[in-house]
């Protein structure tokens, strides 16, 4: 419980719930290995009449949950599904909501202190899939971005992990 209370509190952040009149984020004490930057990525892909979002981080040797809002365009795109990557447990605690049209609220966790991602190479975190909405419509420049201020990554250790948020453009 000792390290889930942290992702907890980090959730209950993403998802705009708890007292609204803190307004400074929890206190960073872990830092990016200096060897290569703790990065968490969206990475686009196609499928038919879907757009997929993998949800990808590198530089992190213990991740032990994220929660992270993105914004997208909600005339052209309708949130679908948030499924975790294989890279964590079964027992991991995977929630998704779209509060606002066009703000993906997201929260990916590992249950138990002794279980964790190893994101040290390139993992796939999980995996948003949105339906077009107009079928006809050119996705081009559209843009899926992060809200770092909403956004948390916590090692095993239940410490705010800083990394480099990176937005995508469809191209």
């Excluded at 892909?45 to 997208?72: K, M, Q």
């Amino acid at each position: 419980m000792r390290v889930l209370f942290p992702v907890l509190v980090a959730t209950m952040t993403a998802f705009g719930c708890g007292r609204t009149e803190q307004k400074e984020p929890p206190p960073v004490t872990a830092s990016p290995p200096e060897d290569e930057a703790a990065t968490v990525a969206l990475d686009t892909r196609f499928d038919g009449d879907h757009v997929i979002i993998d949800v990808l981080a590198y530089g992190v040797a213990n991740v032990h949950g994220i929660a992270f809002r993105v914004s997208f365009d909600p005339s052209v795109l309708h949130f679908a599904s948030a499924l975790t990557g294989p890279a964590w447990s079964k027992q991991a605690m995977a929630l998704a909501k779209e509060g606002t049209p066009g703000q993906l609220a997201v929260l990916w966790t590992e249950e138990g202190e002794l279980t964790f991602v190893d994101a040290k190479p390139r993992t796939v975190l999980g995996t948003l899939v949105f339906d077009r909405l107009d079928k006809g419509r050119p996705l081009t420049g559209q843009a899926f971005r992060f809200r770092p201020e909403r956004s948390r990554l916590m090692d095993r250790k239940g410490n705010t992990v800083r990394v480099a948020w990176r937005d995508a453009l469809v191209d």
